[in-house]
Every structure is written in C-alpha cells, then in structure tokens.
C-alpha cells in the first residue's frame, strides 16, 4: 500500500503544500484565501476531512476514559482531555481539536 492511498495521508500533504504556497504568496491580500478557487476549494476540503479524524479521535478518546479508572493511554491528547475538581472538561472540544491539529503540523517539521 502506498502512502498516497491513505486519506488522512494525502489531505496532510495537500494542506501543507497549500499552506507553503501561500506563505511564498504572502504579500497577497489573506482575503485571496476566500476567493472559490480550485486551490482554496481543494484546501478547505482537506481540512474537513482532518477536521473530522481528529473529532473522532477525541469522541473515541473521551469514551474510552469515560469508562476507565486509570488512564487509558496516557499521552497528550488524553492529558488535553483532562476535566477538574468538579468533573467539568478543562478544554473545549473545538480548543482540543486546535492543539491537536498544532501538534500534528508541528511535528511534521
């Protein structure tokens, strides 16, 4: 199987090539990364899909530790799911997504 034949593989890469491109295009007005171009379409599709496993990565997650007693995998996104003193969830699920996403593309480079 080829890396290209995974999904979250090729919307990783698209992504990032879509971000290089526009880092190198700058000095363009950011409202350019609303224009319906092919590119943008192309972009924000991927990002949905991205979107998308790191939701259900974090639904899987915060089941799993809802029914456990210890820790489930002990590892950043389960330290990013951590609730406090009062059983309330510490980060929003919309704020998990974020840092999880950071770390991905962080950890690419």
């Given at each position: 199987r080829k890396p290209s034949d995974a999904p979250l593989y090729v919307a990783f890469q698209t992504i990032l090539t879509i971000l290089s491109n526009r880092q190198i295009l700058r000095m363009l007005p950011k409202i350019t990364w609303k224009i319906p171009a092919p590119w943008n379409a192309r972009f924000n599709r991927e990002m949905a899909k991205l979107d998308k496993v790191v939701d259900e990565l974090i639904s899987?997650?915060?089941?799993?530790?809802?029914t456990s007693t210890t820790p489930v995998a002990n590892d950043v996104l389960e330290s990013l799911l951590q609730k406090d003193e009062h059983g309330e969830h510490i980060m929003s699920d919309q704020l998990v997504s974020d840092n999880m996403k950071t770390l991905l593309f962080a950890g690419h480079d």
């Open positions: 899987a997650r915060r089941r799993a530790m809802a």
